[in-house]
């Protein structure tokens, strides 16, 4: 049923009237259409959630923008249903090399092809690639409706409870009443205004040329990325696929010819034919809205965050939101959450964003070096910090640190799984192979170092939660390994994978039931039937 069907769409001008007696769910309204919109539309779809997705667009945007994912956003696509069709567009990269002026490597970071979340740690893809699967992925959903060549003109409280959203088409002027409204468009976000949220400014503005080109020709790679560190033409280097290369180089005076920019790359033999696929100009900025929800409005994304590119995280800061807010809007329109439950969103995803869009500005600091006088002593500590034992392995690690403590994070010591992703590996059960995710499906889940005592069985039947003993997973040792170095007996999965809370090795209960417990039941709704979720798993795993 269409938000039209469902009464709550009013084309007549004027001031709005709603009829008290149209009781029917609202939808939740994504506005915009790009892969953290799309994203987050699916994985409400995964949860029964309907969406109505305003954009502006007809069609996917044709032209490259993001180019890089990691492994845990390859986990978090597999949750939206498009895991083995972004498999097979994605090109799999050895990571990160800092160049000096002269191209001679100064420090290397090698990313994984195996990642903890069970994908390459750095892939490289075409967006419009990205945003086309996504599309047919939503065409499959009849919870999804995505309606086009729509200008939303705006977003407002509305006194029954609802937001109004307001659109216009070649039709004329529209309204949607939507239970929450998520704001994933964009920089330029009307979303953002309409919150009245403002960006806090984190010191970095450049102007940069990105080039994409297909070519034949031989090029020189590492099939990673590079950064040339040159204070002078700063710039950075990628193959994203089998003849398609990227280029970004700090704008200067005067314009240069694209030939002569990508020259270092290139033999010096060569003569032939390249074709530019796009060159266009953008501003680098670090920026963080200094409040991401007011009520049931939220910001995701660059409506939300602006960061660097330097380390390849700006479309996966977005996608993270999504999975992170998703299952939690979820929970309190279907399952009886606690309205607080909403708050934790800002307050996970902020901290996360900001060290990642902090870590991009360093980087973009060793790139150019400062123009002043010190630029080359900056340059000479850099080399001398790339050269001390482990330190670029440390750096080359995950992008996610475990997420601060707060109502779902229940971290109590130093070293504790709370906070932290479950690793992925393959498991098998009843001869059927699959990844974790897929085996544990949409919900809470307890995993257990043995078989569940009954208290803990107890607890876990009163969540209404499935407690599954790794042992009968029979994946590759990788899920024992991670319980005993956390020294934990049990652990308390969140859907999107995070550790809220644990057993410690030798005690009988979670540390922390009474914080959490609250947050995702309330009186109403009652609590989802346990038999319900065990069902749904093969025999083996809750015995």
């Given at each position: 049923m269409t938000a039209d069907q469902a009464g709550r769409r009013d084309t007549a001008p004027g001031p709005v009237q709603r009829n008290p007696a149209q009781t029917a769910p609202a939808p939740v309204v994504v506005i915009g259409a790009g892969p953290v919109g799309v994203t987050a539309a699916l994985l409400l779809a995964r949860r029964g959630v309907r969406t109505v997705i305003l954009e502006r667009h007809q069609d996917?945007?044709?032209?490259?923008?993001?180019?890089?994912t990691d492994d845990e956003v390859r986990r978090i696509l597999q949750a939206a249903g498009v895991g083995e069709e972004f498999a097979a567009i994605a090109r799999p990269a050895n990571g990160l090399r800092l160049l000096d002026a002269r191209h001679r490597v100064m420090?290397?970071?090698?990313?994984?092809?195996?990642?903890?979340?069970?994908?390459?740690?750095?892939?490289?893809?075409?967006q419009p690639d990205l945003e086309r699967l996504l599309r047919d992925a939503l065409a499959r959903r009849p919870e999804c409706e995505l309606r086009g060549g729509v200008e939303v003109t705006g977003v407002g409280p509305d006194p029954a409870g609802p937001v109004r959203v307001t659109y216009r088409d070649a039709d004329g002027e529209h309204h949607l009443w939507a239970e929450a409204v998520l704001g994933c468009d964009g920089a330029g976000s009307l979303t953002r205004d309409a919150i009245g949220a403002a960006w806090e400014d984190l010191c970095f503005e450049e102007r940069w040329t990105v080039i994409d080109v297909r070519t034949q020709a031989d090029v020189r790679c590492w099939e990673g990325v590079d950064q040339v560190c040159d204070p002078h033409r700063p710039a950075t280097f990628m193959r994203v696929g089998e003849d398609r290369y990227r280029w970004e180089f700090r704008l200067q005076e005067g314009r240069q010819p694209v030939r002569e920019l990508i020259a270092p790359w290139l033999s010096p033999s060569y003569d032939g034919a390249f074709d530019v696929v796009r060159e266009t100009q953008y501003t680098f900025r670090a920026r963080v809205a200094d409040r991401w929800r007011s009520g049931r409005v939220f910001l995701l994304g660059d409506a939300a965050h602006l960061t660097p590119p330097f380390v390849g995280q700006g479309l996966c800061s977005g996608l993270r939101d999504a999975y992170n807010l998703t299952w939690k809007l979820a929970r309190v329109l279907q399952q009886g959450g606690d309205e607080r439950l909403l708050d934790t969103y800002e307050s996970e995803r902020k901290p996360h964003a900001r060290h990642v869009i902090r870590l991009a500005v360093a980087m973009g600091w060793a790139m150019t070096g400062g123009q002043d006088g010190a630029a080359a002593l900056r340059r000479r500590i850099l080399a001398a910090a790339c050269r001390i034992p482990g330190l670029t392995a440390a750096a080359g690690r995950d992008l996610s640190p475990p997420?601060?403590?707060?109502?779902?994070?229940?971290?109590?010591?130093?070293?504790?799984?709370?906070?932290?992703?479950?690793?992925?590996?393959?498991v098998a059960l009843d001869g059927r192979r699959s990844r974790l995710d897929d085996m544990l499906g949409d919900g809470f889940t307890v995993l257990t170092?043995?078989?569940?005592?009954?208290?803990?069985?107890?607890?876990?039947?009163?969540?209404?939660?499935?407690?599954?003993?790794?042992?009968?997973?029979?994946?590759d040792g990788t899920l024992t390994a991670w319980l005993r170095a956390g020294r934990a007996d049990a652990v308390l999965l969140r859907p999107d994978r995070v550790v809220t809370d644990v057993v410690p090795a030798g005690a009988h209960d979670f540390t922390d039931t009474a914080a959490w417990a609250s947050l995702l039941h309330t009186t109403r709704s009652p609590h989802p039937s346990p038999r319900t979720v065990e069902n749904s798993l093969p025999r083996s795993a809750t015995r």
């Open positions: 996917v945007y044709p032209l490259p923008r993001a180019v890089a420090a290397e970071f090698r990313r994984s092809e195996h990642g903890r979340h069970g994908y390459p740690q750095t892939s490289m893809f075409d997420l601060t403590a707060g109502p779902l994070v229940r971290r109590r010591r130093r070293r504790s799984l709370v906070g932290t992703h479950c690793p992925q590996p393959w170092a043995a078989e569940p005592w009954p208290s803990l069985r107890a607890l876990a039947h009163g969540l209404g939660v499935p407690a599954i003993p790794v042992t009968g997973l029979r994946d």
